[in-house]
Nanobody, 129 residues
Framework: QVQLVESGGGSVQAGGALRLSCVATGVTSPNVCMAWVRQAPGKEREGVAA??????????SDSAKGRFTISQDNAKNSVTVHLQMDGLQPSDTAMYYC????????????????????WGQGTQVTVSS
């Protein structure tokens, strides 16, 4: 059973930075899609960054490109996926979720959410002006 636990959210001023982390346990395949998905109040969930574990394959939404960086660290029984967020803006305020699925669905600057089978509880990011 895959479990995802996020950490690293918080409150920052515009222009600041945060680094989110997601520890994934129970992942049995060396190549899965790990992603960060955010949801702002009153808005739909939006995939902002995704990567295929064990590879250099990364993808970003148009809103995240150039500001956010997704990366991974591997341990013996877990995978940790990080999201470095720089140049944060009030529009980045949202609950950020870690998600895992068998493959990434990418179309240009859009990260599809339908492959994701496992989700974390989320970590709140608040950016003030």
């Amino acid at each position: 059973q895959v479990q995802l636990v996020e950490s690293g959210g918080g409150s920052v001023q515009a222009g600041g930075a945060l680094r989110l982390s997601c520890v994934a346990t129970g992942v049995t395949s060396p190549n899965v899609c790990m992603a960060w998905v955010r949801q702002a109040p009153g808005k739909e969930r939006e995939g902002v960054a995704a990567m295929v574990t064990g590879t250099d394959s990364t993808h970003y939404s148009d809103s995240a490109k150039g500001r956010f960086t997704i990366s991974q660290d591997n341990a013996k029984n877990s995978v940790t996926v990080h999201l470095q967020m720089d140049g944060l803006q009030p529009s980045d305020t949202a609950m950020y979720y870690c998600a895992e699925g068998p493959y990434c669905s990418i179309a240009g600057g859009y990260i599809g959410l339908h492959p994701f089978q496992n989700w974390g509880q989320g970590t709140q990011v608040t950016v003030s002006s």
